[in-house]
């Protein structure tokens, strides 16, 4: 599409986070993830007959949490509806859901716009509402059986589906947002929000406007769904941008001529695939639930709520910039990694009383193990402490940084302190009388180094620390450098 | 010997009777009775005969028992059970055991009654005659050749033949009061969040509510308040305090209360003289106790079924979605892999067609109409909103009179199958019962005295919400005073007498 008319991209997210309670929503069965199947069930969530729904004072408090911290207002009075159609894993033929008047409305969050760093994008948010999840189907098709069997642990479950508007431009923005949205969950405790464990999903809904000689045309929307990572929403979206953008050369179809679509992703490939041809309009057949009474969420209750929720992601990032005088991009990539990360570096920093040091340890030596054995920072070897304790001397000019990243990885290595990691490594503090005599002797036995300094090539003593670590590895290169041009410029 | 509440404790305590024996008796009789009757769905004589020898030792042992200690009571098959099938008279669940009981249920085997069985119903609770039952319509006991009522046919009939004292019934458009009517026992309707919906298979929830059936009022108001009170498993159920309901029924005085007369009642047209006139000397009745009577119009009484058939089907259509073949109930058998709309909606379709009655059906298809998109607002939204004026109706009612006074039936029994192919007819049955299920008020059934053919007729009393005290001590205060409620069938006659209606 490079060549083509000017496109804007035009992207809505669903988002559905499961909330973090002990309990579903309506029963008392357990939410943890994991278990044997059918094992977390009783007659409720089960839909048996007779059985009635009671809901889970603790998803409504969450739910609010949620809503407040997305900037939504929250209505004084909310209802269950019931959305009915048939499948198996919805064991009552309908799920308990919120039609019109739902628990969060009219939100937004903001983002860093990744088209011009330091410019904030305003995302709105219509709505997010309160429903129960349904099981988990397992289609087996080995040997033509098609057999499918049903796990209803998941069944009951408590989710919070977060309606975003069509404001995101481009798969940056949906990854920014997403990422944002995930923070303030993690971040409040109201989800885990762990794609591959199903706690936070998203659809994604995409198309294109192209301005065709200042007339616009829009392409028909396509819903992307099975999208188990952020980076494969990333993907997907890229993917339906040039898609779509193709389609419309080759078909001239719009928005008029194709109602919306159901497109699944396929990671392996890079591709999306038609899954629902037509969205057959589906009716629900909405109706409020008559087991459940409506809620009445009073101004005082939604206050202590508000006032419960603690210092928010973005209040976060500007207090890393003042308190430990790191920038903006910094301070975003320390909080964008989450609550742990943050307690993380502010330990670090703390114990170091060098906070851009140690957000450059972090964002760089600390992230990268992480990557390589995908592993969370909660599960990274070295305490914040022992991490701090390290960069605080590299602070104090003890042992330069390529020294520390030797301390540091022997420290993972062999799993013992800062301390024995230095005596193991025979590092110890080298005087400057003895640093003036290795350089006095490297000077002597290379007159044409200090010719080319001389000349101006300022930039050939490096050759000499080269040396000099050689000689001695305890040898601070600064310290060299410095005690090299002195001993040159005395000369 | 099984007509009274009263007796059967104090034989008892009196050492004239053991529970045991009782119970045996109980057995006996619906051995006897109940192969013409057919009231029942299920019996267990030997769970029955151990909670009543449970009950004989517990009370030799000198512990306290409860208030119903030994009385045999019968429940409508809609009410869950764990030691007995539930199947609400439908083939979709004729092998369902629930792993629990109802919360009435419960409150029933915590006072020590002796739960004898199930009883007979419409599939589901849906009609006015216990003809659509999967298990074979049950027979009025005063004739044979009639319909007990519906939907609780089984559970006033079992007690109009002198199976058991006391029965639960459920009622959500006149299920309780329509079949106590036609079977000449006392029956009473709660107020809707009175008695746990817990464990009762919902027909329309918002309606449904499930209340006792006897002789008298002095027989159902102990059960009642062994039912009544706040259950944390039902959210609509009402947290607040019952009070006692034995203690309400004594005193013989109404002055004081004002009882309104139902004026479009008792003009509507299609309505037994005999009943027009069993209210008015009812009237008398209760003027002569002392109350005061008002004419009382409800301006919305026309839209009382009209509401009822959009509401109650609506709730239903979502309701009975959860019977599917797909976890519990009756599954169609060798669904082809390769039939026409795939395995799995062939065994959607197949499943609830072969488990579902008629009437189900119809009702389902009612539901799923008026809630579906495009016609929800000029039905189900509609009839919320008439809902509201049916209440506001009775509000006004109630803000002039303590009670209200009418018909529960337009007729007495009518022949078996005589309206089973008119759907309009039979639900004309609710005429007079859907309001207080709309309003969500307690309403009570009295019997009256009989037709011109001898069979019962009955009267209704409508109390506001949370009153049933008041209907109790006005049915009581009626009951002192006449005798219809002594009237026995004579169920050892044979049942041929009238003929058998084709
Ligand atoms: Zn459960």
């Known amino acids: 599409m490079s060549d083509g008319y000017p496109t804007k991209t035009v992207i809505g997210l669903e988002v559905h986070v499961q909330l973090k309670t002990q309990t579903k929503l309506f029963c008392g069965c357990s939410t943890e993830f994991g278990a044997e199947p059918n094992t977390q069930v009783c007659p409720v969530c089960l839909g048996l007959p007779g059985a009635l729904p009671v809901m889970n004072e603790a998803a409504i408090d969450l739910s609010v949490k949620a809503g407040l911290a997305i900037d939504c207002s929250i209505p004084p009075m909310t209802k269950w509806d019931r959305k009915q159609y048939f499948y198996p894993d919805l064991p009552k033929g309908y799920q308990i859901s919120q039609f019109d008047l739902p628990i969060c409305a009219d939100g937004f969050i903001e983002i860093d716009d990744p088209a011009s760093p330091g410019q904030i994008r305003k995302l709105g948010i219509i709505r997010a509402h309160l429903e129960e999840d349904a099981g988990k189907s397992m289609h087996d098709e080995a040997a033509g059986k098609g057999d499918t069997k049903i796990d209803l642990n998941r069944c009951g479950t408590p989710l919070l589906e977060i309606v975003s508007q069509p404001d995101m431009r481009s798969s940056d923005e949906a990854k920014a947002y997403l990422n944002e949205l995930k923070l303030r969950m993690t971040h409040l405790g109201i989800s885990d929000c762990e794609m591959q464990e199903g706690s936070l999903r998203v659809d994604a809904n995409v198309n294109l406007h192209i301005d065709v000689d200042g007339k616009n045309v829009a392409t028909p929307i396509v819903e992307v769904k099975n999208m188990n990572s952020f980076r494969a929403v990333e993907r997907a979206i890229q993917y339906e941008i040039d898609r779509q953008y193709d389609i419309w050369e080759e078909t001239g179809k719009t928005i008029k001529d194709e109602a919306k679509t159901t497109r699944g992703w396929d990671d392996e490939s890079g591709k999306t695939f038609l899954q629902r041809e037509k969205e057959e309009s589906a009716d629900y057949r909405y109706f409020p639930d008559p087991d459940l009474l409506p809620i009445r969420l009073p101004r005082d209750r939604v206050e202590s709520i508000r006032a419960s929720l603690g210092e928010m992601p973005a209040q976060i990032r500007q207090r890393l910039q003042g308190q430990y005088g790191i920038k903006p991009y910094d301070a975003d990539v320390i909080v964008n990694q989450g609550v742990a990360m943050i307690t993380y570096f502010e330990t670090a920093a703390t114990k170091s009383d060098d906070g851009k040091r140690t957000s450059s340890f972090i964002q760089q030596d600390v992230m990268r193990l992480m990557n390589e054995r995908s592993i969370s920072i909660e599960d990274y070897p070295v305490a914040a402490e022992s991490l701090g304790d390290l960069l605080g001397r590299v602070a104090k000019g003890e042992l330069d940084n390529g020294r520390a990243r030797d301390v540091l990885a022997h420290m993972i290595d062999k799993g013992v302190s800062v301390d024995d990691a230095i005596k193991d490594l025979g590092i110890e503090s080298v005087d400057n009388n003895e640093i003036e005599d290795l350089c006095r002797e490297l000077l002597a036995a290379n007159p044409a180094v200090v010719q080319d300094y001389k000349d101006g090539k300022k930039q050939a003593v490096g050759s000499l620390i080269g040396q000099a670590k050689k000689k001695n590895a305890n040898a601070n290169p600064q310290v060299v450098r410095q005690t090299l041009i002195q001993l040159i410029e005395q000369e | ?502």
Not at chain 2, 41 to 65: F, K, Q
Not at chain 2, 214 to 233: F, N
């Open chain 2, 1 to 502: 010997m099984l007509d009274s509440v009263s007796e059967i404790l104090r034989l008892q305590s009196a050492g004239e009777a053991s529970a045991v024996e009782i119970a045996s008796a109980a057995l006996d009789r619906i051995e006897t009775a109940d192969g013409t009757i057919n009231a029942f769905t299920h019996l267990n004589r030997e769970l029955t005969l151990a909670a009543a020898a449970d009950v004989d030792r517990r009370r030799s042992a000198g512990e306290t028992l409860g208030p119903l200690a030994g009385v045999p009571v019968a429940v409508k098959d809609v009410l869950c059970t764990h030691d007995m099938p539930t199947t609400c008279s439908s083939k979709m669940l004729h092998n369902f055991h629930p792993p629990y009981d109802s919360g009435v249920v419960e409150k029933l085997r915590a006072a020590d009654a002796v739960i004898v069985g199930k009883t007979n119903m419409d599939e589901f609770a849906m009609g006015a005659s216990t003809e659509n039952s999967a298990f074979g319509v049950t027979k009025n006991p005063w004739d044979t050749t009639r319909i007990p009522g519906g939907s609780s046919g089984g559970a006033a009939a079992c007690v109009a033949a002198s199976m058991v004292p006391i029965s639960l019934g459920t009622d959500t458009g006149g299920s309780i009061r329509q079949p106590a009517a036609m079977c000449g026992v006392t029956g009473l309707k709660p107020t809707y969040g009175r008695v746990s919906r817990y464990g009762l298979i919902a027909f329309a929830s918002s309606l449904d509510q499930v209340g006792p059936i006897g002789w008298s009022v002095q027989d159902i108001a102990p059960l009642m308040e062994t039912i009544a009170g706040h259950d944390k498993r039902d959210s609509t159920s009402l947290n607040l305090d019952v009070g006692s309901y034995v203690d309400a029924i004594k005193g013989t005085d109404l002055t004081g209360i004002k009882i309104g007369m139902l004026r479009e009642s008792m003009e509507a047209e299609g309505v037994d003289p005999t009943i027009k006139e069993a209210v008015k000397e009812a009237a008398k009745v209760f003027e002569k106790a002392g109350a005061e009577l008002i004419d009382i119009n409800l301006p919305h009484s026309e839209y009382w079924v009209p509401t009822y058939y959009v509401i109650a089907p609506s709730e239903a259509s979502s309701n009975l979605s959860r019977y599917d073949g797909a976890h519990y109930g009756h599954r169609a058998a060798d669904i082809e892999t390769g039939a026409e709309l795939g395995p799995l909606v062939t065994t959607y379709c197949r499943s609830r067609d072969e488990g579902f009655g008629a009437e189900v059906k119809r009702r389902i298809m009612l539901g799923t109409y008026a809630l579906s998109e495009g016609y929800a607002d000029d039905y189900y939204n509609k009839a919320l909103k008439v809902r509201r004026l049916i209440k506001s109706d009775f509000d006004a009612a109630f803000s002039q009179v303590d009670l209200l006074l009418g018909p529960v039936t337009p007729t007495a029994a009518f022949p078996l199958g005589s309206k089973v192919d008119d759907p309009i007819q039979m639900y004309l049955c609710d005429l007079f019962t859907t309001g207080a299920n709309l309003a969500g008020i307690p309403a009570l059934s009295l019997p009256a005295g009989k037709d011109a053919d001898g069979l019962p007729i009955a009267i209704q009393l409508q109390a506001p919400a949370l009153e049933e005290s008041r209907l109790l001590f006005a049915g009581s205060v009626f009951q002192l005073v006449t005798d219809h409620h002594t009237d026995r069938p004579n169920t050892e006659r044979p049942d041929t007498t009238k003929g058998v209606q084709s």
